[in-house]
């Protein structure tokens, strides 16, 4: 399985931008799935990690702004980032837990960047 993040880049404060992560490989196997983001100096954190089941659970920073989202018929996960602010600039990673091989798979990470 391999995944691959799009959709960064440079946004202002306030404004909106989806990220999308899409799977090459058997998306069914992968019972998480998740969003990270690291900002500069910073450690990684949760952003949202999405069950097979749909239950979905956000990062504290992001609740109420961001919305993520799975699609196994498009093999794709989205993250629906609303009221972007400056804070929010970092790489965002897209990751999964595969089932089958009990393997962590990652994406290369997109950056966003807030300007105020």
């Known amino acids: 399985v391999q995944l691959q993040a799009s959709g960064g880049g440079l946004v202002q404060a306030g404004e909106s931008r989806r990220l999308s992560c899409t799977v090459f490989?058997?998306?069914?196997?992968?019972?998480?799935m998740a969003w990270y983001r690291q900002a500069p100096g910073k450690q990684r954190e949760l952003v949202v990690r999405?069950?097979?089941?749909?239950?979905?659970t956000y990062g504290d920073s992001v609740k109420g702004r961001f919305t993520g989202s799975r699609d196994n018929t498009k093999r794709t996960m989205d993250l629906q980032m609303n009221n972007l602010k400056p804070e929010d600039t970092a790489v965002y990673y897209c990751?999964?837990?595969?089932?089958?091989?009990?393997?962590?798979?990652w994406g290369q990470g997109t950056l966003v960047t807030v300007s105020s």
């Open positions: 490989g058997n998306i069914f196997n992968l019972n998480v």
């Open positions: 990751a999964a837990h595969d089932l089958e091989t009990m393997n962590q798979h």
């Open positions: 999405i069950l097979s089941d749909g239950f979905t």
